[in-house]
C-alpha cells in the first residue's frame, strides 16, 4: 500500500529541475489566497455535488475495493459526487504523477483529487509542497476524532499531520496463524527465529517495499536496537545507520535459511501471503487488522481455526490517511468524501468484521448515544483479541530510516 518513494522524487526532481521554478510568484500567492479562503460547510457541500473524484487508493483487497464501493455509493446519494477508484499497486506511481504535474506548472486540474496516503509518501508530498490544505479543521467528522487516546492521528511517522491529511483508520500489527496446526507461538522477534528453525518453511513475510513487509522489518529492528528514541529521528550519517541497523541485516541473514522457500522467494503482497496460510502452505500470517482474522472467516477466506498472537513487548500500530493533492480538480467534493470517511456511519461499517474489520479513529466518547450504538452493535468474532490484549503500541520510526532500509533490502535479497 505504502512504498517507500525518496529516493524516486529526488530522482524526478534532478530530471525536471528547469522545470520546476515553480509556477510563478503570481501563481503562489493565488494558491495561498485560495487556501486560506474558509467556505461554510454548506457553500463545500454546494461546489461538490456534481464534481468528480478521483481518488488513488490501492487496490490488492478486494474486500477493501468492495468497500471504498460502498462509499462511492453512499456519497453519490447523499452528496451527487461520483467517486472513481482508482486502483494502485503502489501509492508512490500517484505520488510521482503529482509531482511530474507540478514541475510541469499544473497547479490547477489536476488527475488525482484524493489519495489514501501514510507514512514516507505523506512526508514526501509534504516535504515537496504537493499538498493542499490545511483542510481538516473544516470537516466536521473531525470534531470526533480519537486525538488523546489515538496521537498517531496527529503525527504520520513522527511528521506532524497539521491539517493536510484526514484520519480514517488505524492499524496495528497482528499475527495470524492457524491453530490447528500450531500450538505455541512466538512471544517476540528472537523467538520468531528460534521459531522459525524449529519448523522450516512455515513462515514468510511479503517483499518489501509491500507495506506489511516493511514494517515487519522495523518491528525486528525496534526490538533489536539498543536505543528505540534514535529512531524517531532521521539519521544523521550513513555510517549511524551501518551501526543501528547491523543487528537487522543479522537477524535476517540467520531467519531466511529456515522461511519458505529457503528465503529465495517472497510473497507480492498481504493477501498474496494470507493465501499462502490459507492452502497450508505456511502457519503465521502478518496482518495489519487487529480483527483481519475474523474477518477472513466471516468471508471464507480462511479457516475457523484461524487466530491471532501479539508479541510481548508490543507490536507497531500507526494511522492511515486521505490527503488531497495541492492542484486537485475536484477539491471540495474530495473533503465531502474525506469527512464521510471519518463519520459513524462510515466508520462503523469499515469496522464490520464482515466487511473490513478496519479500527475506527473515532471517541466512543465524542459521539452520540445512536452513534455509539453502531459500534456497541457490531459482532466480535472468535478470533478478534479485545482491545487489552493487544499489547502495547510501538512507534513507527522517522520516513528516513524505512526509506533506506527498504533500498538496502533490496541491495542485499532481491532476486
Known sequence: MMRTIYTRIRQIFIGLACLIVVASAAQSQALAQTQSQNPTWDETLAAARGQNVYWNAWGGDERINAY???????????????????????????????????????????????????????????????????FTEQLPSFAAV??????????????????LEAPWGMAKINFIYDSARVKTTPRSVPDFLTWAEANPGRFTYPTPPDFIGSTFLKQVLIELTEDRDELQKPFV???????VT?????????LHPHLWRKGELFPANGPAQRQLLDDG??????????SEASSLIATDLLPGSARVFVLEEGTIGNTHFVAIPFNASGKEAAMVVANFLMSPEAQAE???????????????????????RRFDDLPRGAATL?????????????PAWMTRIEAEWQKRYSR
Not at 496521537?151 to 506532524?160: E, H, Y
Not at 487489552?388 to 510501538?394: D, K, P, Q, S, V
Request: charged share 25%; hydrophobic share 40%; proline share 5%.
Open 68 to 134: 471504498i464501493a460502498w462509499v462511492g455509493k453512499r456519497v453519490w446519494d447523499e452528496y451527487g459526487i461520483s467517486l472513481n477508484h482508482v486502483k494502485l499497486a503502489d501509492t508512490a506511481d500517484a505520488v510521482s504523477r503529482v509531482l511530474a504535474e507540478k514541475a510541469a506548472g499544473r497547479t490547477s486540474g489536476g488527475s488525482i483529487d484524493l489519495i489514501w496516503i501514510n507514512g514516507e509518501n505523506f512526508a514526501a508530498m509534504k516535504e515537496n509542497g504537493l499538498l493542499h490544505g490545511p
Open 146 to 163: 480519537d486525538f488523546e487516546h489515538k496521537p498517531s492521528t496527529r503525527v504520520d511517522f513522527t511528521v506532524p499531520v497539521e491539517g
Open 237 to 243: 550519517s550513513e555510517e549511524r545507520f551501518t551501526a
Open 246 to 254: 547491523a543487528p537487522l541485516w543479522e537477524y535476517l541473514d540467520n
Open 281 to 290: 502452505e505456511v502457519d503465521i500470517h502478518i496482518s495489519f487488522y487487529p
Open 350 to 372: 469499515k469496522q464490520n468484521e464482515s466487511v473490513w474489520g478496519d479500527d475506527t479513529v473515532l471517541a466512543m466518547a465524542k459521539l452520540s448515544n445512536e452513534d455509539r
Open 386 to 398: 479485545p482491545p487489552e490484549e493487544l499489547g502495547a503500541t510501538l512507534l513507527e520510526p522517522h
